[in-house]
T-cell receptor, first 112, second 109 residues
């Protein structure tokens, strides 16, 4: 069966510090991968998606970036965090043609 | 207008009640429809897909009206454990999933 893991689960970072969130999917090949953010009390905002290694599409211009160095690995990064980057970050995958999307456990980021 | 809209909520209902959530979508090319459930501070989890003919899973019934671009979720005999936020999700072919803002349900003892 397919599983998805992301880490760390919780982190508190000062403004201006870097960020790296990692996500891996197991049990499937060539998945579509996604990074979403959910601010407190808000809906899900798609940040990035990837249909293959090295292929990243950005939905919202911001100080975040994403990379896909391996087929089942997706990384969300920032060089300098802002207070507004605080939120719940969710990695997700779907298998083309993508009839369903599945989420990792999420990472809570607080920028102080 | 947002692509997916839901009842604003919150819905506070007693145990055993029947509750219905509504969702509308703006793009008629949407082909795939889902209901997800999200518990507080947790990731969304698939509750059920929504099929054209309507479908049922235990106490949960989903309906789709393509002509009106409307999706519904009915929960019968509500349990305390049904308390969560319910997300309506649509997808156009070859496009990304679009999530509604969610409707929060609290089932009260």
């Amino acid at each position: 069966s397919q599983t998805i893991h992301q880490w760390p689960a919780t982190l508190v970072q000062p403004v201006g510090s870097p960020l790296s969130l990692e996500c891996t999917v197991e049990g499937t090949s060539n998945p579509n991968l996604y990074w979403y953010r959910q601010a407190a009390g808000r809906g899900l905002q798609l940040l990035f998606y990837s249909v293959g290694i090295g292929q990243i599409s950005s939905e919202v211009p911001q100080n975040l970036s994403a990379s896909r160095p391996q087929d089942r690995q997706f990384i969300l990064s920032s060089k300098k965090l802002l207070l507004s980057d605080s939120g719940f970050y969710l990695c997700a995958w779907s298998t083309p043609p993508g009839n369903t999307i599945y989420f990792g456990e999420g990472s809570w980021l607080t920028v102080v | 207008r947002k692509e997916v809209e839901q009842d604003p909520g919150p819905f506070n209902v007693p145990e055993g009640a029947t509750v219905a959530f509504n969702c509308t979508y703006s793009n008629s090319a949407s082909q795939s429809f889902f209901w997800y459930r999200q518990d507080c501070r947790k990731e969304p989890k698939l509750l059920m897909s929504v099929y054209s003919s309507g479908n049922e899973d235990g106490r949960f019934t989903a309906q789709l009206n393509r002509a009106s671009q409307y999706i519904s979720l009915l929960i019968r005999d509500s349990k305390l454990s049904d308390s969560a936020t319910y997300l309506c999700v649509v997808r156009r072919p070859g496009q990304n999933f679009v999530f509604g803002p969610g409707t929060r349900l609290s089932v009260l003892p």
